[in-house]
Structure formats: C-alpha cells, structure tokens
C-alpha cells in the first residue's frame, strides 16, 4: 500500500515572492524524494475521547455569553482522491473574531476583541467522514506585506488523516468573496481550479431557520493505491 | 483518482491559536494542548531530549513555528492503527508537537529512542523522528527527519538514496549532554536542511 504521489505544481511553491515571508523561509534545493515506510504510512490517532462537549462550537466554547457575529455552520466531508471517506480525522480550526481580529499576544489589529470568543475548535470525523462546526463568520483583516495588503475572510484547518503522508494544512475561504483573487497567500496556489478547491458554497438546503447560514467545505486528502492482496475498504 | 487533493496554505502566524490554545493563553477550552506529553505511563525504552529550532535564511530562529514530530516506540512499533507489524508501547504516544518560544524559539520534546523500523525491501532504517515543520512563510508543511550521532547510518535505505552525500549531515542530531539531542532545521543557505517528499 502507498499514497499517491503529490501532483508537482498543484500546491504552492516553497518561494512565492508576492508573499513576502516566504523569500526568507523557503527552501532553496527541490525535496528529496524518498520511498513510503512505515514512518510515513502510520500517523496517530485520536478517539473521541479526546473532545470536549463544546470542541466544535466556536460561538460558545471560550465565554460565558455567545460570541458576537454572523452565526455560521461549517460542515463537510473528509473524503481520499478516490472518494473514500475519512473516518477519525482529527479537524482542528482556527479563525479571526467577527472584526477580523485574532485572539493571540503578537496580534495588533485595531479590530474589537470579542471576550466571548478565543478562536480555536477541533472535531473528528464520524464513520462517513462528516465533520461540522458552528462558529462565526470571521471578518478580512489586514496584514504587513505589501501597503495595503487584507486577507479574505477565511478558517485555518490542519487535518490528521491515516497517515504522516496525508498530514495537511490550509484555508477555507467564503464563496463569492471578491478579495479571495487579490490575496498574495491565496495566489501563492498556481491554479484556479484548486483555489476554487478550497472555497465554502453557502448551503441554503443545510442552513439553519432562524439561527446559522451553512456553508459546506468538504476536505480531500491523499489517496493511496492497494495491492490486490488487501481486502476492499 | 477523482478528487484533487485539497491545496497546502500557510498556517500563518497564529497556527498556536488552533494547534497549542493552552500555550498561547486561551486556556479554557481544552483540557491540554495536543501532543504535549508523549510518554503518558511506564514506557520502555531510553528516556531522551530533542531540542532546537527552526532558522530562517537570514540567520533568525522562527518565532512563529509549529513543530510536531511522529515516531517509533523503543522497539520500533508506531502506536497507530495502520500499524501492522504488533503492538506499541502503550505508554508512549510517538507523537509530539511543539510551538516554538515566543522570544529565543526554541522547543523542547521529552520522548524515547526510537527502535529501528524497516524500510523497502524490509531492509531495516536506522532510528529516526519523523519532523513536520508549519509556519508563517511556509506554503506546504516541510517534512525532514532526524537520525543519531551515535549510530550507524551508512546502510539506512533512506539515506543511500540521497545523491548530495555532503547535505546528510544536515539530518544528524548534535549530542548535547547525556540523553539531549539538539536538531536545528535550517530552511536556506549552506547547511539547509534536507527535506523530503514522499
Ligand atoms: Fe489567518
């Protein structure tokens, strides 16, 4: 068994020049391609044990009151590059207040703090490999790159699949958002197709009346190829 | 393949926020960061200590990094459920994860020696960390390992594919008193790191 190779030119390079932090932090030689051990085809594994009732609502698990802003479902799939889903994948997240502001020492945005919201949540996938959460619509914030330069309204995720080689983190972004095409982070992706791979669709079906929009994100990891001797999954 | 995998972005500089709430002061929410204690009971196996940074082309340790490891148990069993070859210690988790200090950047892991794990072929690597590297600045999570001062590298699998033999160095780990282990991650100029893809 083996994962598929990563496709070359489909992530970001290493050295994105419009991103500015990454001429400094970006390796100069090409990776060393190396066989998949069993360092490689392991990775570990966290139960369900592991969370806490509020994990994945964002909009409750930091204050004693709810956090203030556009109350919003994030929910999707982990599924392989064959479509398999991704059960037990530990989904963690990570976001800016309603007014673009990061809860964090180093942050100096002029943004409000919200005291109800610490910006952080994590779930595992369930046997179909669904996840949800409930959060708050993050706001554009600007960062030091070039002089007038914001992020897109957006959700950091890190996902733990079966594996170290499936091991990823990105971003979501929301469908429709103009500054999604003018972010040097987002254009650090060479292709549109997989920007586009990474923007949440609001889900009018899955919306919730009178409480949260929905907005569907589903994940797709590493797919790895059999050999004939193994069972079906 | 039907699907493409989900692109790499940056972890950004608040990756501690997500991954380490506990460290970065939002202490209410999770019980203990994730992969803060890797040895959880009596596990078998040398005690030992990895410590280091992760340094940037001008010279600068990363302030902003997550570092996380991924490892064998002292007899080189993974405490995974793809796991095939038996069972792993299970007082040890093998995996670790750590932000770098907020002023020098450093960061500690307190785990075992690994055993040795085999490799293609079945021939048997030499003990090694896996190391996954995210920052600010960093578009795909950067994967290299570590190996021993002390061992015997010279038929590890892995390491006679690497055609500039002079970089192999870069994947050592410095002695640094007994049991201490220094392994620096340098992401350019002439002792860059090797890292891998796989
Ligand atoms: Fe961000």
Redesign the pocket.
């Known amino acids: 068994m083996s994962y598929y190779a990563r496709a070359s030119g489909w992530h970001p390079p290493a050295l994105h020049p419009p991103y500015k932090t990454s001429v400094k932090r970006s390796p100069s030689f090409a990776p060393v391609t190396m066989p998949q051990t069993p360092s490689e085809l392991t990775g570990p594994a966290f139960g369900h044990s592991l969370l806490g009732p509020l994990d994945n609502d964002l909009i409750r698990n930091f204050g004693a009151e709810p956090a203030i802003g556009p109350r919003i479902v994030v929910f999707g799939r982990v599924q392989d590059e064959d479509g398999r889903p991704v059960p037990e994948a530990l989904v963690e997240i990570w976001q ?1 207040n309603a007014s673009g502001r990061y809860r964090h020492a180093k942050e100096g945005y002029i943004g409000a703090i919200d005291p109800n919201f610490g910006g952080c949540g994590r779930t595992i996938t369930d046997e179909e490999g669904r996840y949800e959460f409930r959060t708050i619509q993050p706001g554009a914030y600007p960062w030091p790159n070039g002089p007038n330069d914001w ?1 897109p309204a ?1 959700i ?1 995720f890190s996902i733990f699949g079966r594996a170290f080689a499936q091991r990823l983190i990105t971003q979501m972004y929301f469908e429709g958002d103009p500054m999604i095409w003018r972010c040097p982070i987002v254009s650090s992706i060479p292709s549109r197709e997989a920007v586009e791979g990474l923007i949440a669709r609001w889900d009018p079906e899955a919306t919730l009346p009178m409480d949260a929009r929905a907005f569907r994100f589903d994940i797709t990891l590493r797919g790895r190829r059999r050999t004939m001797f193994e069972g079906r999954p | 393949m039907r699907f493409r995998e989900s692109a790499s972005q940056t972890a ?1 500089p ?1 990756v501690h926020i997500g991954c380490t709430p506990n460290f970065c002061g939002i202490g209410r929410v999770y019980v203990e960061d994730l992969g803060g204690r890797m040895i959880t009971g009596d596990a078998k196996g040398q005690r030992i200590t990895i410590l280091g940074s992760v340094v940037d082309g001008a010279g600068m340790a990363l302030r902003d990094a997550m570092v996380e490891i991924w490892q064998a148990d002292a007899a080189g069993l993974y405490a995974s459920p793809e796991e095939t070859r038996g069972a792993a210690d299970p007082h040890f988790t093998g995996f670790g994860r750590r932000a770098g200090d907020y002023e020098t950047g450093e960061w500690v892991f307190e785990t075992i020696r690994p055993g040795p794990v085999p490799g293609p072929g079945g021939r048997m690597q030499a003990p090694h960390v896996t190391f996954w590297i995210v920052a600010r600045g960093i578009n795909l999570g950067l994967h290299t390992r570590m190996y021993f001062p002390e061992d015997e590298l010279s038929a590890d699998p892995v390491l006679s594919r690497i055609e500039h033999r002079s970089r192999i160095p870069t994947l050592v780990a410095k002695a640094e008193g007994p049991g201490a282990y220094r392994f620096d991650i340098r992401l350019q100029g002439p002792e860059e790191t090797i890292f891998f893809e796989c």
């Open positions: 800016a992020r957006h950091h | 950004g608040y």
